[in-house]
Structures are given as structure tokens and as C-alpha cells.
Nanobody, 114 residues
Framework: QVQLVESGGGLVQPGGSLRLSCAAS????????MGWYRQAPGKQRELVAT??????TNYEDSVKGRFTISRDNAKTVYLQMNRLKPEDTAVYYC?????????WGQGTQVTVSS
């Protein structure tokens, strides 16, 4: 089992920044990749960014150049979000993938509003 705990969400004005953190615990040695997804009200959950154990990254087009995913060890992954827009408002979820299994955190709310 893998447990994921997100933190760092909140209310920010348009153009502002936030950094999300996701701390993993449990059977973390076999995690292949981790990522961030988001779900806005009335919409499906969508990929924001992923990072593999080798450090390869992938971003959804609308966040390229504004968001950066990183990890400092096998336990923690971050999402630095700059130049935030109202359309970035959503619940952000951390996901960890092991062979044949996926784990989700409980989510953290990000609200971009003036």
C-alpha cells in the first residue's frame, strides 16, 4: 500500500503562485511515477503533470510554462504553480503508480479568484 497526503492548496489571486506538496509513505520503493491531476466542478478529472522515477516529466498543454513538477526523493513530489488563472481552480489530487496499481491522495483545493 501507498499513502499520499497533499498540502499547499488555498486561495490565491490571479497571477499569483502556490506550491503543492505530496508526501508518500508505505511501499514507495516500487513507485514508477507520480503526478498531479485536477478536477473542477462539473468536469472530469484531468492530468496536470507527471514525473517518472527517472525524472521525465509531462504536462497538460494549458499549464506548460506556468507549472513545474519536481521530486526531491522517492517520497515527496511538488507542483509549483505560477501565473495562476481562474480556470486553474479545482481540487488537485496526487497520484502514485506502481506496476498494476494506482493510489490517490485525498485532494487539496486550489481557488484562483480576486
Amino acid at each position: 500500500q501507498v499513502q499520499l497526503v497533499e498540502s499547499g492548496g488555498g486561495l490565491v489571486q490571479p497571477g499569483g503562485s502556490l506550491r503543492l506538496s505530496c508526501a508518500a509513505s508505505g511501499s514507495i520503493a516500487s513507485i514508477n511515477s507520480m503526478g498531479w491531476y485536477r478536477q473542477a466542478p462539473g468536469k472530469q478529472r484531468e492530468l496536470v503533470a507527471t514525473i517518472t522515477s527517472g525524472g521525465s516529466t509531462n504536462y497538460e498543454d494549458s499549464v506548460k510554462g506556468r507549472f513545474t513538477i519536481s521530486r526531491d526523493n522517492a517520497k515527496t513530489v511538488y507542483l509549483q504553480m505560477n501565473r495562476l488563472k481562474p480556470e486553474d481552480t479545482a481540487v488537485y489530487y496526487c497520484k502514485a503508480v506502481r506496476p498494476g496499481l494506482a493510489y490517490w491522495g485525498q485532494g487539496t483545493q486550489v481557488t484562483v479568484s480576486s
